[in-house]
């Protein structure tokens, strides 16, 4: 009940201040990976679409269309957006780790990346960590959903020895029920023998 | 005859208590100066680690700011003098049901797609007093002045 009051006071909220006239300003950025995506800004009084970098577009009300697209420099973005996308939290950061076959042993390549996976979680201060277990197809479901479990709990504890929270990480076992590299049964497949960490 | 009521009781209970616990959406994972969540039960200070849940306004002060990871990996965050308004949100990838529904009433903010704007980006509307912004997996920044 206090939920649908509030949203009725936000909603009545969102309606007062679009009648004594607001200006909205839209601009379409490269993501962090550079690339430039697409989108259209709509309103009862047509539709405008943006798909190059760093293009805005403004909004005057409801009713008037919104205008022509606009290029705006950096230093046009800098000063209106900065402290919003200083505030931004980093993306999700993933790693996977390989083991030997039919062990809970790392492989020699894979516990070179330890040392980095340790020092984004303590660099993030990260309290949301997800292992996830996995194997390959040789052996039985319930072998290897055993021994993918006991490949996530060794990762565990390698974490929380260097300091991670237990609290902070989710441990789940998928055996060979989610794999890499799709493969038929019995199969060994180096790929498939893994861990992977989701740091949050 | 009691027993078997109380086991009724606790049967019909137990998912909602389980729904409440899981169904939050996002984190808040950066904060500047003032933060403030408003939802059914009042207003509290934002923090680092606080989880966030549907039909959640998020509001910021002078010189504040705040960033949000949500359950999907969209990153939202908001400049200074900001309230949006997390009208709706569902990622269910299990069930292939998703929905992001953003009501900004004031600021400045950022928004990188994630999960939902990549797999069912007709299902994310991001709404300012005076238009909708519909998206195609991207990046883009808004203003709304008052």
């Known amino acids: 009940m206090k939920k649908t009051i509030l949203l009725f006071i936000s909603s009545a909220l969102l309606l007062a201040v679009s009648a004594c006239g607001t200006k909205s300003t839209v601009v379409l950025v490269p993501d962090p990976d550079g690339r430039t995506g697409k989108l259209t800004v709509t ?18 009300n409801k009713k008037t269309a919104p205008g022509t697209p606009e290029k705006l420099s950096h230093d046009e973005i800098a000063a209106v957006f900065s402290d919003a996308l200083a505030a931004q939290p980093l993306p999700p950061a993933k790693f996977t780790l390989y083991f030997l076959p039919d062990s809970n042993l790392l492989t020699q390549e894979s516990k070179k990346l330890l040392p980095q996976i340790i020092q984004t979680i303590l660099k993030r201060k990260s309290s949301d960590i997800v292992i996830s277990g996995h194997t390959d197809t040789v052996g039985k479901k319930a ?13 565990f504890n390698i974490l929380v020895d ?12 998928h055996g060979e029920g ?15 023998r893994r861990v992977e960490v989701l740091i949050r | 005859m009691k ?49 966030l849940y549907p039909e959640d306004v998020l509001q910021t002060g ?14 939202l965050s908001l400049g200074s003098d900001t309230e949006i308004i997390i009208s709706d949100y569902v990622f269910a990838p299990e069930k292939g049901i998703f929905s992001m529904v953003i009501n900004m009433i004031k600021g400045t903010a950022s928004y ?12 994310v509307e991001f709404h300012t007093p005076d238009a909708t912004i519909n998206i195609r997996g991207t990046q883009f920044l808004v203003k709304v002045e008052i």
């Open chain 1, 43 to 60: 309103n009862q009084g047509g539709t405008q679409t943006l798909d190059q970098a760093n293009q805005s577009v403004q909004i005057k």
């Open chain 1, 162 to 173: 260097n300091g991670a929270v237990p609290d902070d990480i989710r441990v789940t076992s």
């Open chain 1, 178 to 192: 989610n794999l890499l590299i799709k493969t038929p049964d019995d199969v060994a497949e180096p790929k498939n």
């Open chain 2, 62 to 75: 002078t010189n504040s700011s705040t960033g949000i990871l949500f359950e999907d990996n969209t990153v």
């Open chain 2, 112 to 123: 990188l797609s994630g999960i939902i704007g990549k797999q069912s980006p007709e299902t």
């Open chain 1, 143 to 155: 072998y290897n959903y055993r021994l993918s479990l006991d490949r996530a709990k060794t990762m």
């Open chain 2, 3 to 51: 027993m078997s009521v109380i086991y009724l009781l606790i049967a019909l209970l137990v998912p909602c208590f389980a729904k409440a616990d899981t169904s939050f959406i996002g984190t808040i994972k950066t904060t500047k100066g003032d933060v403030t969540v408003v939802r059914s039960a009042g207003q509290t200070p934002g923090h680092v680690g606080d989880k």
